[in-house]
């Protein structure tokens, strides 16, 4: 089985459902509320709730005859997790690949100083 965040990932992959999960952000709405502005059918706006409550991102209840459809905020921790892992490693890289860059530049040009911590500073 695949785990939760490839499925956030493939639910959000569709533009018409990271529609609705932002739209979701603002306040809990019905399913005729999420299908009004598509050109779709209540059943192709269901199956697209099916992929998003399968991936943890929204959950129903029921509220007499209403059926709200609630985002799921804590899935976003998952990935805003995942996301910055990766990022923090990509920083890194860039901040080496500096380092790199400026000591070739200092034996390019022994007059050039790398230290830009004083650039912009008012005196």
Known sequence: MTD???RVFAALADPTRRDMVARLTEA???V????A?????LQAVSKHLKVLEE???VTRSREAQRRPVHLEAEVFDLMTKWIERYRRQAEARYTALDAVLARMQDEE???HTSDTRTEG???
């Open 32 to 35: 005729n509320d999420l299908a």
């Open 28 to 30: 809990d709405h019905t």
């Open 37 to 41: 502005p598509y050109d779709v059918s």
């Open 109 to 111: 040009d022994p007059t």
């Open 121 to 123: 500073t008012a005196s």
């Open 4 to 6: 939760q965040l490839s």
């Open 55 to 57: 991936a943890g991102l």
